[in-house]
């Protein structure tokens, strides 16, 4: 008893730690002495060995084709040993974006300026609409779920085909507003505008921002903000100080999460823009759709992964953490 | 009267906070979902345009074969449709199983082996799709070209890739929730593992087996990148690939119907999963909605 009392008491993380490690020893035994050792692990190998197959290989094949040479007719040749690599197409692509003739370089710079802009205005929206669903829509919430979900059932492309119906020359936008003499005649939206194309991907990826949000925020909680509140806060200043820090990490988690498809995006470009507000998916697809463009392709993928790997490790990382927690 | 009052009260001070919230939500969810319904009316038109009505009929859903210009009788349309759903079968058929032994697998899976195969599975789930297609796209005209050949074969493939994490996801999340007391009862009780596995586990996995299936069946109805990249003629065009390339010219209404016919097979699906989902789960104190609702998330 007393030595209990005197003994330095564990941290709470040491308890956690410990009862952790005594349930998997616990299991462990259970399993070892029911189970084969194979037994589990049999169960996970099909899809492993799948993902090693269509998804690790390919990439290598990426790398063997961009770092490949071409025969004679300009075809590719992938080359599978690494020490034989070329690095002509590669250095080539990163000319078109860094050298002298910059072929490349405005879409890079236009994806650089797009993604941001679209992600920020997710955001500042998506936090508006999901602060107010999960703090203010009341008995109406179930409704409001379904509403913000629905975009999720229905396919990006009809989402943007959408638009670009009511976007046309003669569409319905332009009707009305040259109706209510807002311009005095049509504006041509799908010339590429850098306008159009930015509301489009927010239009297209704003759910994805939304409902993470939404989860995150009604699961604060309501005490804490009225601690905060009976401190004295204003409500401006309880939101200031104790909503917006607590979702911190939900804010970025959204970021990532909208950003990562825009980055890859070409359709959205294809649909509402011209060559004129061409993006990075839209060099990768003309690369790919093009005969004998696959190491300008491999080159440009690689690129890509360079640019998303961080942010994408990053997201990986906190939802395993996420995981372990709940 | 009290209407009355609300409005005196939104007059004085507009700005209280959840009024300009409210205003925003219902404007964002009406930017959202109207256009798409704008579009689905259109596919009602009597007339070519897409932009003015012109009365209502079914000439672009089910028209005249002589004309060949409806979803029904447009050759290209139909084998799009049987295309479409084709794909969508059989990547249900091969990643719900997939998934869900792999969810199973890594769930009970001590060491280091589990952390790994969990973490390319997300990176697969997370990664750009046009990253994904391209690449499979690469090793299937030139690695693997003797044993795939693009088409239907490669394209179930690539959907299979990334559509797997979903069964992983419901089937984990499942897991977790049930925790493992039945299964242990049923084996203190003399079932092997193998009966206690089959009879005890499995039932109660079947709800997130049900729910993936919906999942998978709409995303992959839906899906165009990589399918796009891995058909090889027209034939083995989906509908969501021979709507992209229309919108990219000057579509008839006919593509209207397309996208409309794609967007009620999703929501059947959701609708088929989510009523099936309820059912199976009766009597469990959680809520279905809310539970079938976080799984997209």
Redesign the interface.
Known sequence: MRSEVTAPAPGRGDQRVTRKRAR?VT??A??RA??PRW??????????V???V??????F??F??AFGTTDLFGN?L?V?QPWYWSTSTFTGTLQRFFGADAFYRPALVRTLVFVPVASLLCLV?GY??A???AR??GRRK?L????????????????V??????L?P???IN?VLVAVHLVGTPINWLEGKPLTVILGLV?GY??YMI??LF?FLDRIDPNLLEAGRDLGAS?AKTFLRVTLPLSRQAILAGMIIVA??M?????TN??LGSTRTAMF?NL??TA?ESPGG?PQ??SL?LM??VL?IVP?LY??HS?RKAQEVG | MSANVGVRRWWRDPWRKPRVLQTLTWGYLTWSIVPVLIAVAFSFNAGRSRSAWQGFSLRWWVGSPSAAESLLYSPDLRTAVVQSLRLSFLTVLVAVPLGTLFAIGIDRWRGRGPGVANFTMLLSFVVPEIILGVALFLAFTYLMRSVVHLGTFAQVLGLVTFQVSYPVIVVRARLLSIGKEYEEAAMDLGAPPTQSIRRVLMPLLYPAIFASAALVFADSIDDFVVVRYLSSTSATEPLSVKIYTAARAAPPPSVNAAASFMLFSTLLAITVGFLVYRRITRGERRSAAREFIGFQV
């Open positions: 998997a299991d462990g259970r399993s029911l189970y037994y589990w692990p049999s169960f996970a190998a099909p899809a492993t799948w993902l090693a269509l998804f690790v290989l390919p990439f094949v990426v063997a084709v590719p992938p599978y929206f508006a609409i602060y107010y669903v203010h829509s179930g409001f779920l379904v509403l913000l979900i629905s975009p999720f059932w229905i396919s990006y492309l009809m989402r085909y959408a638009w670009q119906g009511l046309q003669d569409g319905l009707k239009y704003i759910p409902l993470p989860g409500p990562l498809p980055f890859g995006d070409y359709y294809d649909l998916g990768i697809d790919v696959g392709a491999g993928v890509l992964m998303l994408l997201y990986l939802t």
